[in-house]
């Protein structure tokens, strides 16, 4: 939990429409 977790955060405050979708491309980048 760094960075793109923070980001996550930020992105379903931003995208408030698809806040799961963005919440798995951000852990998709976390886990690669």
């Not at 793109?4 to 852990?27: I, S």
Request: charged share 10%; with cysteine.
């Amino acid at each position: 939990m760094g960075p793109h977790f923070y980001q996550a955060g930020l992105c379903c405050l931003v995208n408030l429409l698809t806040p799961c979708l963005c919440r798995q491309m951000l852990t998709l980048i976390d886990d690669a």
